[in-house]
Nanobody
């Protein structure tokens, strides 16, 4: 079973930055989709972005230009760099894992969000942005 452990959350003033990290272990296969999903109070769960085992990376339009996903393959750590944070980014951020989909489905935050309950995920880390 895949283990995922997020870190790096906290409180930050609007306009600030945070970098989340997700330590991953126990990969179920070499063909995976790994990324971030967030859940804000009173809002629907949102897929932020993902990186596939093939190396492709996608980021949701809502955070494009502000958020970047990357991975340190040597350390098996997934990162989410968040810049110019806004109060609407306040949420619990989850690291999520699933099998890489076959075309035409693309490894993406939306894909991980749709399979959030059936896939593997961490405990989440709280990000609070105040104005």
């Amino acid at each position: 079973q895949v283990q995922l452990a997020e870190s790096g959350g906290g409180s930050v003033q609007a306009g600030g930055s945070l970098r989340l990290a997700c330590a991953v272990s126990g990969y179920a296969s070499n063909d995976w989709c790994l990324g971030w999903v967030r859940q804000a109070p009173g809002k629907e769960r949102e897929g932020i972005g993902a990186i596939a085992s093939t190396g492709g990376t996608t980021v949701a339009h809502s955070v494009e230009g502000r958020f970047t996903i990357s991975r340190d393959s040597a350390k098996n750590i997934l990162y989410l760099q968040m810049n110019n944070l806004q109060p609407e980014d306040t949420a619990i951020y989850y690291c999520a894992y699933n099998q890489r989909p076959t075309l035409p489905t693309v490894c993406s935050g939306a894909y991980l969000r749709a399979r959030f309950d059936s896939g593997d995920r961490g405990q989440g880390t709280q990000v609070t942005v105040f104005s």
